[in-house]
T-cell receptor, first 113, second 117 residues
Framework: DAKTTQPNSMESNEEEPVHLPCNHS???????IHWYRQLPSQGPEYVIHGLTSNVNNRMASLAIAEDRKSSTLILHRATLRDAAVYYCILRGYSGGGADGLTFGKGTHLIIQP | DGGITQSPKYLFRKEGQNVTLSCEQNLNHDAMYWYRQDPGQGLRLIYYSQIVNDFQKGDIAEGYSVSREKKESFPLTVTSAQKNPTAFYLCASNPPSRRSTPIDEQFFGPGTRLTVL
């Protein structure tokens, strides 16, 4: 899996939008961009994933640059429950089976009330 | 409710003892994984299994062993050969990938925090 680069930490205010950046300059044409988040002392949970087009779901939006070398996870209205470590992960498509995920250190998101 | 259970939540062992961590899933997933997390770090892959009776080493398999006798269960044994076993251990499962769709999300258990005294 290709490498991603994220800021160590970010801070935002409650009820404001949050934009979490991720750089992945060595992404291959078949790599999908996945985001997971991990609340303190819990297992990670899936947030969103995409390939080329921007994606929206009930948790967040994913904006992918046209050259796919970077992406941004958008939380439209942050709450205190969104305080977590957010991981940006590239995952190659494997027709034969599902390999493990490669986690970096992620971005520690702090939400101020 | 479908999900992944790991037991116990906290585990204490004396140095030199083997210990087995439990992971059970009722999601009917073929693929299962074990990760280790150290403080302030991301997760690292220990072992994974894509089907019953088959498993592969991950990035840090030394000092660990696994078995996959049933689809629902993927226990991890931390042996005395693991030099720094104190960590947070996470089990995950994943539907098998299909040729016409992207890789599916992984589902994680709540984790077991192992402390070796």
């Amino acid at each position: 899996d290709a490498k991603t680069t994220q800021p160590n930490s970010m801070e935002s205010n409650e009820e404001e939008p949050v934009h979490l950046p991720c750089n992945h300059s060595t992404i291959s044409g078949t790599d999908y961009i996945h985001w997971y988040r991990q609340l303190p002392s819990q297992g990670p949970e899936y947030v969103i994933h995409g390939l080329t087009s921007n994606v929206n779901n009930r948790m967040a939006s994913l904006a992918i640059a046209e050259d796919r070398k970077s992406s941004t996870l958008i939380l439209h209205r942050a709450t205190l429950r969104d305080a977590a470590v957010y991981y940006c992960i590239l995952r190659g498509y494997s027709g034969g089976g599902a390999d493990g995920l490669t986690f970096g250190k992620g971005t520690h998101l702090i939400i101020q009330p | 409710d479908g999900g992944i259970t790991q037991s116990p939540k906290y585990l204490f062992r004396k140095e030199g003892q083997n210990v087995t961590l439990s992971c059970e899933q009722n999601l009917n997933h073929d693929a299962m994984y074990w990760y280790r997390q150290d403080p302030g770090q991301g997760l690292r892959l220990i072992y994974y299994s894509q089907i019953v009776n088959d498993f592969q080493k991950g990035d840090i398999a030394e000092g660990y062993s696994v078995s996959r006798e049933k689809k629902e269960s993927f226990p991890l044994t931390v042996t005395s050969a693991q030099k720094n076993p104190t960590a947070f251990y996470l089990c995950a499962s994943n539907p098998p990938s299909r040729r016409s769709t992207p890789i599916d999300e992984q589902f994680f258990g709540p984790g077991t925090r192992l402390t070796v005294l």
